[in-house]
């Protein structure tokens, strides 16, 4: 059974600061996709990930995979008060397109 | 207008009540997908289907159940809710050619049973 571990669950971080977020998952992959959500909204794309040493960058978020460690990470540079939601990985598996998601990192910015 | 939509956005029921949630969405996908979500345990699969003749269970499937009427729409019944159903469901869309199986969400359904 894949499983998909994120870490930290919650951090809170003041604005300007730059901080890391783990994705670890137990089975292979080569697909990862990151998620925002907002409190009561629903989920937005922000990365595709689909190979072995992929990244991709927008705006201050930046991700990345490595598929021999099963590890992604997303990091988040010179933090603003904006990109205060709950962010989630999530693992695709075989043909069936089926995803398995972390339980996300609620991220908080402080003024 | 939204590409995935979801009805009823908010729904209040008693145990034992079967309800439906529908879900439609107009990017032409083939893949749909429910979901539900309760706080601490991220999103779960609840079923999953390629197209209108293939239906498929996810990791929590007892006590739901699907229909694909058409392309564009998937509905997802609780036969005889209860309490531990309530939660937070999303529909999701992926396009089989697209490729990297990118899934797109609808607004989600508040779902409590009383």
């Known amino acids: 059974e894949l499983k998909v571990e994120q870490n930290p669950l919650f951090l809170s971080m003041q604005e300007g600061k730059n901080y890391t977020i783990y994705c670890n998952y137990s089975?292979?992959?080569?697909?990862l996709y990151w998620y925002r959500q907002d409190p009561g909204k629903s989920l937005e794309s922000l990365f595709v990930?689909?190979?072995?040493?992929a990244v991709k960058q927008e705006g201050r978020l930046m991700a990345s995979l490595d598929t021999k460690a099963r590890l992604s990470t997303l990091h988040i540079t010179a933090a603003v008060h904006d990109l205060s939601a709950t962010y989630f990985c999530?693992?695709?598996?075989?043909?069936?397109?089926?995803?398995?998601f972390g339980t996300g990192t609620r991220l908080q910015v402080t003024l | 207008d939204a590409d995935v939509t979801q009805t009823p956005r908010n729904r209040i029921t008693k145990t034992g009540k079967r309800i439906m949630l529908e879900c439609s969405q107009t990017?032409?996908?083939?893949?749909m997908y429910w979901y539900r979500q309760d706080p601490g345990l991220g999103l779960r699969l609840i079923y999953y289907s390629f197209d209108v003749k293939d239906i498929n269970k996810g990791e929590i499937s007892d006590g739901y159940s699907v229909s694909r009427q058409a392309q564009a729409k998937f509905s997802l019944s609780l036969e005889s809710a209860i309490p531990n159903q309530t939660a937070l469901y999303f529909c999701?869309?992926?396009?089989?050619?697209?490729?990297?199986?990118?899934?797109?969400f609808g607004p989600g359904t508040r779902l409590t049973v009383l």
């Open positions: 089975t292979t992959s080569d697909r």
């Open positions: 999530a693992v695709g598996t075989g043909t069936a397109s089926k995803l398995t």
């Open positions: 990930l689909l190979s072995n040493g």
């Open positions: 999701a869309t992926s396009d089989l050619s697209a490729g990297g199986s990118e899934q797109f």
């Open positions: 990017k032409g996908h083939d893949r």
